[in-house]
C-alpha cells in the first residue's frame, strides 16, 4: 500500500524556520508533481506550493520568497523550507502527490507559530 508520510512540524517563534519533509512508500510505480497544502481551523485548504517532477516550483502569493519546496526522486521525498515564519502560517499542513496515477494525501503535519 503505497502512502505519504510527513515529518517536520512543530512549534516555532514568529520569524522562525521549519523544513517539512515528506515521503512516498509503497510499492512505487510512478510520482508526477508533489505538494503541499495547508488548512488553518475554520478555512478551506489551501495550496501552499508545488513542484512538478523535473523540478518547476510554484507557489502561493502569501508564501513567495519566504517558503521554497524541492524535491528529491530518488528518495521519493519532498520538503519544503518555511522561513520567515508569520502566525497566519500556522496550519496543519498536508502533502500531496501524484502517486501511482491517482492523488493521494499524507497524514498531516501540525505547524504553530507563536507571537
Known amino acids: 500500500q503505497v502512502q505519504l508520510v510527513e515529518s517536520g512540524g512543530g512549534l516555532v517563534q514568529t520569524g522562525g524556520s521549519l523544513r517539512l519533509s515528506c515521503a512516498a512508500s509503497g510499492i512505487i510505480l510512478s510520482i508526477n508533481s508533489m505538494g503541499w497544502y495547508r488548512q488553518a481551523p475554520g478555512k478551506q485548504r489551501e495550496l501552499v506550493a508545488t513542484?512538478?517532477?523535473?523540478?518547476?516550483?510554484s507557489y502561493a502569493d502569501s508564501v513567495k520568497g519566504r517558503f521554497t519546496i524541492s524535491r528529491d526522486n530518488a528518495k521519493n521525498t519532498v520538503y519544503l523550507q518555511m522561513n520567515s515564519l508569520k502566525p497566519e502560517d500556522a496550519a496543519v499542513y498536508y502533502c500531496?502527490?501524484?502517486?501511482?496515477?491517482?492523488?493521494?494525501w499524507g497524514q498531516g503535519t501540525q505547524v504553530t507559530v507563536s507571537s
Open positions: 513542484i512538478t517532477k523535473g523540478g518547476s516550483a
Open positions: 500531496n502527490a501524484n502517486l501511482n496515477y491517482a492523488p493521494r
